[in-house]
């Protein structure tokens, strides 16, 4: 596996996994609640991804350059900004998207109504 083939796989992961917690509606991808996860668990769980990431990283530094380079807390700052920016997708799809989608459906299954209001 080159170099640049890892980083694209990496940069990929760390995409899906930062909209993993929005989209699931599992605890920790197994467990199922029995009510609506609640907004601190899908924190948690996207915390714990970064975490998740984050070693994987590691161990691939550590596999292609033999050793894995220290870091100040400047690139921890950038790595979790980073991570937040990928699990915008997730986030508003499910705080606003998803809510407009569903009302969407409701309203089109309405037989008398159309969505220019009644008209």
């Not at 990929?12 to 609506?36: E, G, K």
């Not at 292609?64 to 400047?74: A, K, R, T």
Request: glycine share 6%; proline share 4%; aromatic share 14%.
């Amino acid at each position: 596996m080159t170099s640049q083939f890892a980083i694209v796989l990496l940069l990929a992961l760390a995409v899906v996994a930062a909209n993993l917690p929005w989209i699931s509606n599992r605890i920790l991808f197994v467990w199922r609640p029995q009510c609506a996860k609640p907004a601190w668990v899908r924190l948690a769980e996207w915390l714990l991804l970064y975490f998740v990431v984050g070693a994987l990283a590691m161990g691939l530094e550590q596999k292609s350059m033999g050793e894995i380079h220290d870091q100040d807390w400047e690139f921890y700052a950038v790595t979790f900004s980073l991570f937040l920016v990928f699990a915008l997708p997730g986030f508003i799809y499910r705080s606003e998207l998803r809510h407009l989608l569903d009302r969407n459906k409701k309203r089109a299954a309405r037989p008398g109504k159309s969505l220019r209001g009644g008209q």
